[in-house]
């Protein structure tokens, strides 16, 4: 519904002061402009002789937000707007969403919906092949254009290309400080380790100021949609995800509260963040993950500079975005293809290497800081950055266990599971990565327990062993009734795996 200059609403604002005029394009009848940032006030001014315009699909994935959504405003700026979010398992093949993400998934488009429903818009909902599936509600609303923001995982630049063979897809930036691939070496190439991205990437900040959620019209009717419910993303007998509610509030509306919460805790951050017992990291995540928050309004209300290794971390993102869009099989191959050549031991092919991988999965190795870790994950969906490379490390090297196990376990169970940085951590950890710590440092669970002070934290996750003082509750001794003998010894494992090491190193290349 588009409304005259006189009845243009801005909160009582004289409409036509402090308005950034934008000159009405063939396809807009109307523009709107941005009064008031702090509480997002918008408002549109009508130019009377133009035609109504198109309406503009925007194509929704990993960016379940309203306000700093660049594919929102610019779809706002030309029509009436069509929310659409597309659930396709076809076109994301083995990379279809985990269980964890899919609970995820349900709650916020859950709050998505609802927001838009608050703001006289609607979210349509269909499954199937991407490009397919916009492509009929173009037709059925008489549109060519589709908006969306880039992403970078190969299915979803495979099915861009697909959309955009059909439609007027036009893609904008947000997910990330920088686009992927705009920051550069001096000599014009692409960064591969991150402390040079990282000096480059801050001459480039701070990223630009985040955006108002625009005034979003409807179109004269709408597309059917699908209802959430009938798409089974909740996990039923068993529900296994009684935890992960306790544990989450979902939504762009949850991931504002909790980044205001952190914001009182980022001076200490450096201090607290290796520390699995404080709650010392921002549990942002799967917030920024599935887009609740883009990365520059986490910029803006924490960078001023309270802790420069939060921000590090914030940029570990970008960085593993960008190894994504460089080599799009970093999720499935190693980089240093020599990894490939080490004596792994293969649970498809190896029926103790399968029972030691089921026992890491379920949190039963008999080393309590790494089984915590794996209950944490299984009960929440999440789990802390210290344990997460305790616990990655001791597949890798303890068992000797290919990364992609771990990774498409993490890919399944954690609802922040992210192509860039599950692939990147992964990789980083087992030495094979673009970046990566050397295969030869091994993690010693015993000591990295004692060291980042995870009593507490055994004691959360692992039950069994709540009654054991803080001095012997990292080694488990003496055993407690119900918890199990290590699986490996640490002395053994270690040797085992720089045996493994050594003789690759000791073939000729
Ligand atoms: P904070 O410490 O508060 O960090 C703030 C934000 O910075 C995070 O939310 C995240 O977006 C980003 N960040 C932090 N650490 C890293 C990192 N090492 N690499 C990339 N970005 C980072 N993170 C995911 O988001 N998805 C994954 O699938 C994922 N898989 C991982 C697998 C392994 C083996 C390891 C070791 C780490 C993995 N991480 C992953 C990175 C990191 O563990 C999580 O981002 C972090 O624990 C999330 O908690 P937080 O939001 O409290 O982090």
Known sequence: M??????????????????????PTEDRADFFCFLDPVNFVSFRVNFGGLAMSAAQIVWLRRDLRLADQAALVAAAERGPVIPVYVLDDIGAGARKLGGASRWWLHHSLSWLAQALEARGSRLVLRRGNAAQVLAEIAQEAGTRSVHALHHYEP??????????????????????LTPPGTVKTGGGTQYRIFTPYYRRLLDTMPPPAP??????????QW???????????????????????????VGENAAHARLTEFADDVAAYDRARNLPSVGGTSRLSPHLHWGELSPGQVWHALARG?????LREIVWRDFAQNLIAQFPDYGDRGYRREYEMLAWRYPAQDRAAAKDLAAWQRGRTGYPIVDAGMRQLWATGWMHNRVRMIAASFLVKHLLIDWREGERWFWDTLVDADLGNNATNWQWISGSGA??????????????????????????????????????IHEAVPLSPGYPARIVSHVAARERALAAYRAIKAKPA
């Open 211 to 220: 955006l108002p959620v625009p005034v979003l019209d409807s179109p004269a």
């Open 435 to 472: 970046d990566a710590s050397l295969f030869t440092r091994i993690m010693a669970p015993l000591t990295q327990s004692a060291k980042f002070d995870a009593a507490a934290y055994i004691r959360e996750w692992v039950p069994e062993l709540a009654g054991l003082p803080d001095a012997a």
């Open 2 to 23: 588009h409304r005259g200059p006189a009845q243009a609403e801005a909160s009582g604002r004289n409409a036509q002061t402090g308005c950034l005029r934008r000159p």
């Open 306 to 310: 309270q802790s420069e290794s939060f």
């Open 223 to 249: 597309p059917v949609s699908d209802i959430l419910a009938d798409w089974s993303l909740l996990p039923a007998n068993p529900d296994w995800s009684t935890g992960f509610a306790r544990f989450w509030q």
């Open 155 to 176: 299915w979803w630049r495979a099915a861009e290309t697909a959309v955009a063979a059909r439609l007027d897809l036009t893609l904008h930036d947000g997910n990330y």
